[in-house]
């Protein structure tokens, strides 16, 4: 069984820094790329970064672009979103997603129970 847990939310002030982690289990992702996404209250999920499986490549949300880093240890089966310069519209719930199938990053059927990220002015 998959599991996916994110952790590493928190609330912090704006300017500040936070940085999420994703551990994986219940299965190998080898050769898969990586996601993150994030839902605010009253919208919807959207993506944020991904990156793939040799950790080459990165993808960001043009919202994040030059503040957030998205980053992997593949012997851990962990992703991280190392997010600076918050800004209170980066207020929600994040979630890790491990991409549809190996190659170009789409977004796949498995989801952890996220971690929220406060923001405040």
């Known amino acids: 069984q998959v599991q996916l847990v994110e952790s590493g939310g928190g609330l912090v002030q704006a300017g500040g820094s936070l940085r999420l982690s994703c551990a994986a289990s219940?299965?190998?992702?080898?050769?898969?790329?990586m996601g993150w996404f994030r839902q605010a209250p009253g919208k919807e999920r959207e993506f944020v970064a991904a990156?793939?499986?040799?950790?080459?490549?990165?993808y960001y949300a043009d919202s994040v672009k030059g503040r957030f880093t998205i980053s992997r240890d593949r012997a851990k089966n962990t992703v991280y979103l190392q997010m600076n310069s918050l800004k209170p519209e980066d207020t929600a719930v994040y979630y890790c997603?491990?991409?549809?199938?190996?190659?170009?990053?789409?977004?796949?059927?498995?989801w952890g129970q996220g971690t929220q990220v406060t923001v405040s002015s």
């Open positions: 997603n491990p991409g549809r199938r190996p190659g170009n990053y789409q977004p796949g059927d498995y």
């Open positions: 990156i793939s499986w040799i950790g080459v490549s990165t």
């Open positions: 219940g299965r190998t992702f080898s050769g898969y790329p």
